[in-house]
T-cell receptor, first 114, second 114 residues
Framework: AQSVTQLGSHVSVSEGALVLLRCNYS??????LFWYVQYPNQGLQLLLK??????LVKGINGFEAEFKKSETSFHLTKPSAHMSDAAEYFC????????????FGAGTRLAVHP | GAVVSQHPSWVICKSGTSVKIECRSL??????MFWYRQFPKQSLMLMAT?????????EQGVEKDKFLINHASLTLSTLTVTSAHPEDSSFYIC??????????FGPGTRLTVT
């Protein structure tokens, strides 16, 4: 069975500081990996995804993530945090089979302070 | 990605009544849709997979007779919470199974059962 672990339910950074949100997964088949962002009382917006190919994936709003198979990790980073980045971030995994069921991590709430 | 709408965005109902939530794919033919529920400060839990023209597939532990799903067209799936109780109060989010392994999420519906 697949699962996702997000280390740190809350992360707080200063504006302009590096953002690092951690995600580890388990999967018995090659995974597809996703990061989503959720603003209060809204649905989810895709930040980036890894399916195949280049392991460093660039997404929207300056975010990127690197798929590391040896570490079963897919950490999300952004060099310089902005106040508007404050939100809930979810890492998700689906298998590379034909069915696109997503398994979500518990989420990490990112706070950005001046 | 596709534009997905949900209606209503917020609903309050009395215990014992039923409520229907609509999920519409506005610009993408949605053969498959997903329904999630999200409790406050928690992650998304997949409830069921809705396939156009066929019966939904429910996740383990989800009562199919309580959460009725109908996916009669390529643009509309509905979730009906029957005989709602306060413990059914939650944020319900639908998504459309899209292209390139992406899911397109609706904005969510907040259900409060009094």
């Amino acid at each position: 069975a697949q699962s996702v672990t997000q280390l740190g339910s809350h992360v707080s950074v200063s504006e302009g500081a590096l953002v690092l949100l951690r995600c580890n997964y388990s999967s018995s088949v090659p995974p597809y990996l996703f990061w989503y962002v959720q603003y209060p009382n809204q649905g989810l917006q895709l930040l980036l995804k890894y399916t195949t190919g280049a392991t460093l994936v660039k997404g929207i709003n300056g975010f990127e993530a690197e798929f590391k198979k040896s570490e079963t990790s897919f950490h999300l980073t952004k060099p310089s945090a902005h106040m508007s980045d404050a939100a809930e971030y979810f890492c998700a995994v689906s298998d590379s089979g034909g069915y696109n069921k997503l398994i979500f991590g518990a989420g990490t709430r990112l706070a950005v302070h001046p | 990605g596709a534009v997905v709408s949900q209606h209503p965005s917020w609903v309050i109902c009395k215990s014992g009544t039923s409520v229907k939530i609509e999920c519409r794919s506005l610009d993408f033919q949605a053969t498959t849709m997903f329904w999630y529920r999200q409790f406050p400060k928690q992650s998304l839990m997949l409830m069921a997979t809705s396939n156009e023209g066929s019966k939904a597939t429910y996740e383990q532990g989800v009562e199919k007779d309580k959460f009725l799903i109908n996916h009669a067209s390529l643009t509309l799936s509905t979730l009906t919470v029957t005989s709602a109780h306060p413990e059914d109060s939650s944020f319900y989010i639908c998504s459309v199974d899209g292209e390139r392994r992406e899911q397109y999420f609706g904005p969510g519906t907040r259900l409060t059962v009094t």
